[in-house]
């Protein structure tokens, strides 16, 4: 059952004081459970309340001192829910209780609880807890809600040859025996503990006082090594600036990072201990697209110790309350602190875009919705999504451009200081803006971040060629604050740029008749653009002659719109890309719109019967552009991306496994992710048989290898090689980076053209899909995300409406009426 907004108000009423002190045993994962002891302290002023643990065996529990016989705690505990009554006549009298819960509780491998994995490279054994929403009942008996915020004091037993990572700094001396003790915490939201252990390859120091460190799986102990002084530096970075930027210090023990396997997130923000997913320290090398978007990502979750850490949501139609904020932080602070100066360009073609997606979808909601039109937790789920991170990034990018940047910090700070170590809402933070500017920051909120949807920005021209300035004006109500980018018509040039307001009024632009003007060409404000004719023209058809890469950011961005919302013809799209993109000097945009044209374009807009033709015509251009980028100019990252383009898209065996042999593109070496990716394809094309995939695998014995030959085994194009793959993913405890891995080489856009290899398989998920997704939120997105790749026909589609009307769980559900949105 999933907690109600009516039912956490209750609580949160009822019950505050509350504090835990955790105690578990970790020393046999093979055991298939482990023992968790919970003491939760609290004041209470109702009679009964409810604790939250999931799943738990072996169960005692006492209240205040008296133990509950079996039957009783049988009766008062359903699975998932642990009902305590009788509390008025309980404790001494004062509201105070202690109730001491005792269980075991089982281990996972989808990432939803006390995860664990063992190394194929060592047979070395991890345990992990990863919690987020509705998590940490998985992990220890508590009040499962945001606004009962507690202080935690934890002890682990674990194998003394372990290492134990925890929220809290540990106890002097500890860790003898396997014996951990960690300090108590600060008051921290339930969502964000975090316990890790495990044989862990630690590379530690002290910055600012604090105690830091980064840690990983002891057979990724030279990639950390050889990361490591980057990854400092990029910590201490952010560190530093955000001390400068923030009023509020840091507010916890200590600073650890950890590369952890089988996180369903990205990353978790849980403070003093923050975690990633382990495919962000990448084996062998380390590209710039990796170290772009792992250095946004760290600044992205450090900005959660003071979003989200130290001033957490109340309820969660204030997502964007700690999500907003982090992204758009970790944009800036990448570029302003680290000196990413492609941040930016990652903010317009691969963050932003993913916001315009959701904004078309039924599916989409304000920004910040009401408390009420997020009734219960599953439905909180839905808003973990790319209206909440994206749009959100880019509704707080266009309100720092509309208020000023030190208005906007003086009032981030105020809000800061006064709801320190507490909750916040909405209107929290519009009551600390609106005391520091004198501009009507409430009516910037009700259009921002109370609708839903988003403007348009059009270019209107004189017809009759006249030179009386060009007119950007708005489609829709909300404020904007843009730059506006003047290009010479035949050159491309930048003339000059200027700064204007478009709100009812439209604004003027002076423009002559031969000059071509982009609004919003340093990606300030969230809202489709609408060029005139002769603008768009100009602009797609010279486009890498445009001198400003954030320009071209923001028009390659439009393309990417317009063919999404089906007013630009595929066909034209993959012929300006053909045409366009080799000349493009950014490694960046080139990554970014091969990476859009293959994993959105190819699946969503281009017919099945069409999709060969597609890849060829992109091969040929991902072949010129290598051509080029290993030439004169000699730019690696350029011809990694090209690379990257010409693997996914081609159809010569025998240049891709020339690239194997050599284990090399030229001069470039081939990373291990690069070679999965080539075996994969080659798989694809019906070129690796199961044979030379295990020899591959057996090439470097890693949990990449094993996910990259489980990968390439499913998208071999025979009926025996998907029923084994189906197999596979049917598991029925299936660990969620496996069952990720194998959907992912089950759809293939070049096979879809083959009905009788596909076509099954597309009506088995529909049928089988609910029923995987009941394991848990995070493993119902992965299985959402597990949807076919691949064009599907206007039947599959019908199909798909067919499902719809069964029994989808609330995650699932919402993820199948994305993409049902999205093939519309």
């Not at 642990?82 to 990432?111: F, I, K, Q």
């Not at 809600?145 to 507690?150: G, M, S, T």
């Not at 003339?495 to 300030?524: L, S, W």
């Not at 848990?776 to 589609?797: C, D, E, H, I, S």
Request: aromatic share 8%.
């Amino acid at each position: 059952m999933s907690l109600t907004l009516t039912e956490a108000r209750a609580r949160a009423a009822a019950v505050s004081e509350v504090a835990y002190d955790v105690a578990l045993d970790l020393q046999d994962p093979a055991a298939g459970t482990y023992g968790c002891r919970t003491v939760v302290r609290f004041t209470c002023t109702e009679p009964t309340t409810f604790l939250e643990l999931t799943a738990a065996s072996d169960l005692t529990v006492s209240v205040d001192g008296a133990a509950l016989d079996g039957a009783a705690a049988r009766a008062a505990y359903d699975g998932r829910r642990l009902r305590l009554d009788g509390l008025d006549r309980s404790g001494g009298g004062d509201g105070r209780h202690e109730v001491v819960v005792e269980a075991r509780l089982p281990y996972v491998t989808d990432g939803d609880g006390m995860h664990t994995m063992t190394d194929p490279t060592d047979g070395q054994t991890y345990v992990g807890a990863y919690v987020g929403m509705d998590v940490a009942q998985r992990v220890f008996c508590c009040f499962d809600q945001n606004d009962l915020k507690a202080p935690l004091t934890l002890t682990v037993r674990a194998d003394p040859a372990w290492t134990v990572l925890a929220n809290g700094r540990p106890e002097d001396g500890t860790g003898v025996d396997g014996e951990w003790r960690f300090t108590t915490t600060p008051p921290l939201p339930t969502a964000m503990v975090v316990v890790l252990a495990g044989p862990w390859h630690s590379r530690t120091w002290e910055h600012a006082g604090l105690p830091f460190g980064w840690h990983a799986r002891a057979s990724l102990a030279a990639d950390l090594d050889r990361d490591l002084d980057e990854l400092r530096a990029t910590t201490e970075a952010c560190f530093d600036h955000y001390a400068g930027l923030f009023d509020e210090p840091y507010p916890f023990g200590s600073y650890h990072q950890a590369f952890v396997p089988g996180q369903n997130w990205g990353a978790l923000e849980t403070p003093g201990c923050v975690t990633y997913r382990d495919e962000l320290l990448p084996r062998g090398t380390t590209t710039e697209v990796q170290r772009g978007t792992r250095t946004t990502t760290i600044a992205h979750e450090m900005a959660h110790m003071w979003f989200g850490d130290l001033v957490t949501m109340t309820w969660w139609e204030d997502t964007w309350l700690q999500e907003s904020f982090a992204d758009y932080m970790g944009y800036r602070v990448a570029l302003d602190a680290c000196g990413r100066s492609d941040a930016p360009l990652r903010r317009e073609v691969q963050r932003k875009v993913t916001g315009y997606d959701a904004d078309r979808r039924r599916s989409t909601h304000p920004v910040a919705p009401l408390s009420e039109d997020v009734p219960d937790v599953d439905a909180a789920a839905g808003n973990f999504d790319m209206i909440s991170y994206a749009k959100g990034n880019a509704a707080l990018h266009q309100l720092v451009v509309w208020l000023g940047d030190e208005t906007f910090l003086r009032g981030v700070n105020r809000y800061l200081t006064r709801h320190r170590f507490g909750n916040a809402t909405l209107a929290d933070f519009v009551a600390a803006l609106d005391e520091v500017s004198d501009r009507d920051v409430v009516g910037w909120v009700e259009g921002w971040l109370r609708r839903s949807g988003h403007d348009t920005l059009v270019v209107d021209r004189d017809p009759d060629g006249g030179a009386g300035g060009v007119i950007v004006r708005r489609e829709g109500s909300r404020p904007h604050r843009v730059s506006v980018a003047v290009l010479d018509g035949a050159g491309l040039g930048e003339v000059r740029r200027v700064e204007v307001d478009v709100a009812e009024a439209p604004a003027t632009v002076e423009a002559g008749p031969e000059e071509v003007v982009v609004p919003n060409a340093g990606g300030e404000t969230f809202a489709r653009l609408a060029l005139d004719g002769p603008s768009w023209d100009a602009v797609t058809g010279g486009l890498s002659r445009v001198e400003d890469d954030l320009t071209r950011a923001v028009v390659w961005s439009t393309t990417f719109e317009r063919v999404h919302a089906r007013s630009l013809d595929p066909a034209a799209y993959v012929d300006l890309v053909s045409a366009r993109l080799a000349g493009e000097p950014s490694w960046l945009l080139v990554s970014a719109v091969l990476s859009r044209t293959v994993g959105h374009v190819l699946p969503l807009r281009v017919a099945a019967s069409e999709v060969a033709g597609v890849e060829s015509a992109l091969a040929r251009a991902c072949a010129a552009g290598l051509v080029r980028a290993q030439g004169d100019e000699g730019d690696e990252e350029l011809a990694r991306a090209w690379v990257a383009g010409l693997g996914a898209t081609s159809d010569d065996p025998d240049l891709l496994r020339g690239w194997l042999d050599a284990d090399a593109v030229g001069p470039l070496p081939l990373t291990p992710t690069q070679r999965w990716q080539v075996v994969r394809r080659l798989a694809e094309l019906g070129h690796a048989d199961a044979t030379a995939i295990e020899a591959e695998r057996r090439r470097d014995p890693s949990v990449e290898s094993d996910l990259g030959a489980a990968r390439a085994l499913a998208a071999r194009p025979t009926p025996e090689a998907k029923q084994a793959a189906w197999a596979a993913a049917s598991e029925p405890d299936v660990a969620n980076r496996r069952f990720e891995a194998v959907m992912a080489g089950l759809w293939s856009p070049r096979q879809a053209a083959r009905g009788d290899l596909l076509g099954p398989l597309v009506d088995r998920y529909l049928a089988h899909a609910p029923g995987w997704a009941r394991r848990g939120q995070a493993f119902a997105r992965t299985v959402g995300r597990a949807f076919p790749a691949v064009p599907l026909t206007p039947a599959q589609v019908a199909d798909v409406e067919e499902a719809l009307t069964g029994d989808v769980p609330p995650v699932l559900r919402r993820i199948w009426e994305d993409r049902l949105d999205d093939l519309r």
